[in-house]
């Protein structure tokens, strides 16, 4: 039986696709993305390819800070019909980790049982083309979208081992991708915010520590010039920038971390007196 599995790496259509409309890529507080009229797009692409092959489903892969909930897109993603997600982390740089593992394993798995015909990728990462060159071997065939440039945004390598090769232009990616510009009075409402969602942070993850952990991390910034441990540090700069859905200015970091020592201080000098 044909059937075709739709694999997509949400990271890269976000960032090509933000390239392609803004001339660079934006962060995704700054991009919208139309969902129902993404996915239809998709799918339509997919069964042109192979007409006479069943959708399995489509496989939705994206980064989630540690502890972090769903935003709105990535819900509506979720609860979309025929869609399962998959989700990585993001670390402290906003850079999705383990999101091509997931993709290769899911891949090669489908392949080895059989399940599918057609693999109908939208990626560009160089790390799925092992995946891709062992689905093949049992019989897949596998077929690239790219984001134009596709041979500007998508591994060459990647892109020679694919079976068939698509491109998705600026009329179509903005069909359903919008790029919002920050106006001032925006950026003065997010300053307003920005208090909030610092302590709500802070108070999430120092609430979280126990005394021993919070005497260890502020020995060590005691030792190491206000320095916060990186084990520490990273996933605390990941929950604060999937609650704003953004990256922290620089200054917004410095404000966090200042933050994040004068509760743990706070906490330790709690236990002591205690």
């Known amino acids: 039986m044909l059937q075709t599995a739709v694999f997509v790496d949400a990271g890269y259509l976000y960032a090509q696709g933000s390239a392609l409309l803004a001339g660079s890529k934006q962060p995704r507080s700054r991009v919208r993305l139309n969902v129902p009229a993404m996915l239809a797009d998709l799918l339509a692409e997919a069964k042109a390819v192979e007409p006479n092959a069943r959708l399995l489903r489509v496989y939705w892969y994206d980064g989630l800070a540690r502890g972090g909930s769903l935003n709105i897109e990535q819900r509506t993603v979720a609860e979309s019909e025929n869609v399962k997600c998959r989700f990585g982390t993001i670390n402290s740089r906003g850079e999705q980790k383990g999101v091509d593992s997931l993709v290769v394993t899911d891949l090669i798995e489908l392949a080895r049982s059989h399940a599918i015909s057609d693999a109908f990728i939208m990626s560009g990462d160089e ?36 079976d068939t090769l698509h491109e998705w232009g600026k009329n179509k990616v903005g069909s359903w991708l919008t790029v919002v510009e920050e106006t001032p009075a925006a950026a003065a409402v997010a300053a307003e915010r920005s208090d909030e969602w610092m302590s709500q942070v802070v ?42 859905d953004r990256d922290l200015t620089p200054e917004e970091r410095r404000g966090f971390r200042a933050l994040l020592l004068e509760a743990i201080r706070a906490k330790v000098d709690a236990g002591a007196a205690s």
């Open 203 to 244: 108070e999430a993850r120092v609430g979280a520590l126990t005394h021993a952990a919070a005497v260890a991390i502020y020995e060590f910034a005691t030792n190491n010039r206000n320095q916060i441990p990186q084990d520490f540090d990273r996933p605390s700069l990941a929950t604060a920038r999937q609650t704003i």
């Open 127 to 162: 790390d799925i083309r092992v995946g891709v060159q062992v689905a093949q071997t049992f019989g897949i065939r596998i077929h690239l979208l790219g984001i134009q440039p596709a041979r500007g945004s998508q591994s060459p390598d990647l892109l020679s081992e694919a």
